[in-house]
């Protein structure tokens, strides 16, 4: 079974993010950048299929250099290799461009099974199976909180707001997963020590064979024209028991329309 996880480095989102008033994208190379919470658990899945069923776990990045600091995260937890995607002129790419940019690299990979995370905390924007699908031509499973891979059959439990829809679709399928799907190992000291010694392998746009016209801020089909700071906090509002402080503390919530 040969699987490959998709990661991506995001802004920490448990710090300050910003976005670089010189061209509106996300300050990265100022950021606190670490893995992409929601893919941890995408690599763990793919580590439990691995580990049930033998075969081999490719994690696949698109990136600034940095993005090794999320490689290492990954196969330190026990993927085997990786492919960078590297090449300056993919900054500023949207969703759509960085989908033509791992179709790419994905087709020069052999695999059965793809798995990511349901969403980058730095966009939200969950496209990413669905526009991957569509481009290689492969059924994804999307939303997965649970995982069964049986006689090149992949079945998943699609979790809803009311319970879950059973789904499933021949491999090579592209499969991705919510935060409920498992719990992510952490890296062992023998694992962080075995992943300087794996293989990642660097490539750009050439290597894909892709024109650097087709990607970059310039060629995006979306961009951010303008943002604003989030405004400062104002001060709260006083409400004096009199008496009747249960009173007006109920037609201030009305007032805000919270009740």
Not at 39 to 44: G, N, Q
Not at 97 to 112: F, G, K, N, P
Not at 130 to 140: F, K, N, T, V, W
Not at 167 to 179: F, G, Q, R, Y
Request: proline content about 5%; charged content about 25%; overall charge negative.
């Amino acid at each position: 079974m040969n699987i490959v996880v998709l990661v991506k480095q995001v802004p920490d989102s448990g710090t300050e993010r910003k976005l670089d008033p010189a061209d509106n994208t996300v300050a990265r190379a100022s950021a606190d950048n670490v893995i992409n919470e929601m893919d941890e658990y995408a690599i763990e899945e793919a580590l439990t299929v691995k580990e049930a069923q033998g075969g081999e776990v490719t994690v696949l990045t698109v990136g600034p250099d940095s993005a090794t600091d999320a490689i290492r995260k990954a196969l330190s937890m026990g993927a085997d290799k990786a492919v960078h995607v590297s090449d300056e002129a993919i900054h500023g790419s949207d969703a759509v461009q960085i989908s033509a940019v791992l179709a790419a690299a994905l087709q020069q990979l052999e695999y059965d099974l793809i798995l990511c995370g349901a969403e980058a905390t730095d966009s939200q924007m969950s496209v990413m199976p669905a526009l991957l699908s569509e481009r290689l031509g492969i059924p994804q499973l999307s939303g997965a909180r649970k995982l069964t891979v049986e006689g090149g059959t992949a079945r998943i439990e699609r979790q809803t707001d009311g319970g879950y829809w059973a789904v499933e679709a021949p491999l090579p399928a592209i499969v991705s997963t919510w935060d409920t799907i498992n719990e992510p190992r952490y890296p062992s000291f023998k694992g962080i020590m075995a992943a300087k010694k794996k293989p990642v392998e660097t490539k750009s746009l050439a290597d894909l064979g892709l024109d650097a016209s087709a990607v970059g801020l310039a060629n995006a089909t979306t961009q951010v024209l303008d943002f604003a700071g989030r405004p400062p906090k104002g001060e709260g509002v006083k409400v004096p028991d009199e008496g009747d402080g249960a009173q007006k503390f109920v037609d201030f919530l009305a007032s805000q329309k919270i009740v």
